[in-house]
């Protein structure tokens, strides 16, 4: 079984400040890694995904993410943050042979002007 | 892109009604419908996955006789809330495989039950 683990529940920031939102995943098999967001109200957003070839992928809006399969890491990352950033943001897995996404439990992430 | 749009985007009912919420899939077929369940502060869980023309899958611990699934054309896919009650409140969000993409998928904008 697929496990997704996202250690910040919260993470504020202030604009213009880099930031850095940790994934963790555990699994037994290969998987695709995703990053998604969620404002509210809305349904999820794909920001990028990582399905083989280089490690750093570069996704919407400024994001970025490293896929470090020694760690079992895919931490999302982004240079500078702006206002609208502010939103839920979820790491995923999903098996090479499967169609069903392992979400973790979200980091809310607040742009502090 | 492929595109799924969601109706209702918000819906109150009273305790004992029953809430049917549609998934269309625009400008592709969508065979497969995955059907998510977010609480509050709380990640995505998958509550069942339908396949059109045939019996959906439930996940472990979904009520298949709550939770009625219905996928009868490859662009439509309905979940029906029967008797609804107070903890079935909850985001609930469709998902369908990009076709043609390289393994995406699409979410629909979701919908806010609440039951009074």
Partial sequence: AQSVTQLDSQVP??????????CNYSSSVSVYLFWY???PNQGLQLLLKYLSGSTLVKGINGFEA???????????RKPSVHISDTAEYFC????????QFYFGTGTSLTVIP | GAVVSQHPSRVICKSGTSVKIECRSLDFQATTMFWYRQFPKQSLMLMATSNEGSKATYEQGVEKDKFLI????LTLSTLTVTSAHPEDSSFYICSAPEVGQSYGYTFGSGTRLTVV
């Fill in chain 2, 70 to 73: 219905n996928h009868a054309s």
């Fill in chain 1, 92 to 99: 995923a897995v999903s098996e090479l042979t499967g169609n």
């Fill in chain 1, 66 to 76: 490293e896929f470090n399969k020694s760690q079992t890491s895919f931490h999302l």
């Fill in chain 1, 13 to 22: 920031v202030f604009e213009e400040a880099p930031v850095e939102l940790r």
């Fill in chain 1, 37 to 39: 967001v969620q404002y």
